[in-house]
Each structure stands twice: as C-alpha cells, then as structure tokens.
C-alpha cells in the first residue's frame, strides 16, 4: 500500500439474496484528508461504511487499513486498530451526563470496558482526559447535564468527543448533520474541520453544502459502484452526479 493513503479498499463488493448493493468499489483515502462519499439514496454509502467496520463481511474485493490487509478482520480488531465509527443516529447514553458518556469510552485504556459494576471512584482518573475532550467540542459547560436534556446538536458533538476518546487515525461518520438546524450545521461542520487537523476522516454526508465546504477529496456511488470522484469542483460539474441527484443532465 501507498503510505500516502490510509484505506484502500479494490474490488469491493456486496451481495444479499441476488441483490449486489457495492460493486466494484475502489477506493483510496489520503491520510490526513476528509474525504466523502456521496450519493442518491440507496446508492451504497451505509453498505460500504458497514463493510469496512465490518458489521458485514465483503462478498469479494480486498481492503487494508494503515498497510494491514483487513479483509477478514473482526469489528473489535478494527476499533483497536484506530478506525472509528460514528452513526446516523445519535449512539449517547441519554441517561447519563455528558462528562460519565466521555468517561465510559475512555475505559478501554483502563481494561475495563465492560465492567459496569466498577467503583465510580476507580473512573475518576478519566475525568481530566473526559474534560479536555468536552472542551474540544465545546461541551465543557454541559458536564453534568444529562443527556436526555441536551438539544439534538449538542448530542452529535458529544459522539463526536465520545468517538475522538477512542483515538481514532480515521473516524468514519455517518450523516453527521442529518436532522440539524442551520445553526447546528454550522457548528459541526467547524467542529469536523477541527478535529480533521489531527487525523483523517472519511463521511457519509446528503448536505452538499457541508462536503463543498469541508472535503479535500469525495467519491460519487450511484447503485453500488463508483460515478465518479475528485475535488467538489470536478464532481459537481458532472453531468452523470447531476442527473444521478435531480434525475437530468440539464
């Protein structure tokens, strides 16, 4: 592999029952880049983002992930690895505050992921890390608040902090500004800008405004394969991903 690209996927492919939902996908993601992968609806994009984290297993085609062949890795081998994802739906504990979410997804470093029934005096020594990480986001002055409490967008930049706490090289996020407001949009757009400084991204995202103003690179799925791929300017000004969102050319 390159060293220049952090994922490379070739010939990747999904079949279910007959149906082939990714066909023949190539890809290649620069290190240090946010890259996108953009489409109509059903074209692929969730598939493809569910074979790399491997909720399901490729039908054919290979994939390496920072020069190791992860093709028939398992999800938890991923994660270790440094390739995190974030989902289209808020994944937060509602019922605990925003410093105890942060908190929980900084275990790992302690070797007790799964130990929920561990003393809460036992965590404490996250709490500086769990802080610093709600500031990055800008959540700091919603520590003790629960959840449930929070507005919509305030719980997107916490799953950011709770993602950014597992010290991903690549974050793989999933619509992260599905269902916001303008105001909200905005703040997480700036927000992926900031933490893409330190490590690469690669998202799924409908807002075409969003992937213009923060993507280096995006790649076009239509029924499972590549369209198309290069900077917003080139992909914009394409007749096919023209024809393939509005359904004309023209």
Known sequence: MNDAHILTTEGLGKDFLGFTAVDDVTLKVRRGTIHALIGPNGAGKTTVFNLLTKVH????????????DI??????????????????????????????????SLQRKLGTSF??????????????RAME??????????????????????????EIATTLAQEPKLMLMDEPTQGMGREDVARITALIREV???????????????????????TV?????????????????DPRVREAYMGSAA
């Open 115 to 128: 130990h929920f029934w561990r003393s809460e005096a036992s965590l404490r020594v996250l709490d500086e």
């Open 196 to 218: 893409a400084k330190s490590r690469t991204v690669l998202m799924v995202e409908h807002n075409l405004g969003v992937v213009a103003e923060l993507c280096d690179r995006i």
């Open 221 to 237: 799925l239509q029924r499972g394969a590549i369209l198309t791929e290069g900077s917003y300017a080139e992909v914009s000004a």
């Open 71 to 104: 093709t028939r890795a398992k999800p938890a081998q991923i994660a270790r690895m440094g390739m995190v994802r974030s989902f289209q739906i808020s994944a937060v504990f509602p019922h605990m505050t925003a410093l105890e979410n942060v908190r929980v």
């Open 133 to 158: 990480l709600l500031r990055m986001v800008g959540l700091d002055r919603y520590a003790t608040t629960e959840v449930a409490e929070m507005a919509y967008g305030r719980k997107r930049a916490l």
């Open 57 to 68: 297993q490729p039908s054919r085609g290979t994939m390496t992930y920072d020069g190791r």
